[in-house]
């Protein structure tokens, strides 16, 4: 079993930047590929980053190319989400997920889910 936490959500301006962190617990933390996710009210969940075990691959939706950064440090048993530029529309709940499997950007692939950090966005 792994648990995931998400810190580091919070207010900001658009334009600005915030940094997520998800710290695990459990089985060896380099087993997962991670991936971040979001969710705003009234919308499905959506796939924003992912990243491979080792951190030598990663994959991110169009809608954050250039602005989101992923990353992640096995020492800490932690992985993060630098996001830069932000925008209204990055208002959402953010969750982390880890999969024994590969990197991947639908979330019926993952095996465990944080339960989200809130990300607001104003203009």
């Known amino acids: 079993q792994v648990q995931l936490v998400e810190s580091g959500g919070g207010l900001v301006q658009a334009g600005g930047s915030l940094r997520l962190s998800c710290a695990a617990s459990?089985?060896?933390?380099?087993?997962?590929?991670m991936g971040w996710f979001r969710q705003a009210p009234g919308k499905e969940r959506e796939f924003v980053a992912a990243?491979?075990?080792?951190?030598?691959?990663?994959y991110y939706a169009d809608s954050v190319k250039g602005r989101f950064t992923i990353s992640r440090d096995n020492a800490k048993n932690t992985v993060y989400l630098q996001m830069n530029s932000l925008k209204p529309e990055d208002t959402a709940a953010y969750s982390c997920?880890?999969?024994?499997?590969?990197?991947?950007?639908?979330?019926?692939?993952?095996?465990?889910w944080g339960q989200g950090t809130q990300v607001t966005v104003s203009s």
């Open positions: 997920a880890a999969t024994t499997r590969y990197i991947s950007s639908r979330s019926y692939e993952y095996d465990y």
């Open positions: 459990g089985r060896t933390f380099s087993s997962y590929a």
């Open positions: 990243i491979a075990r080792s951190g030598g691959s990663t």
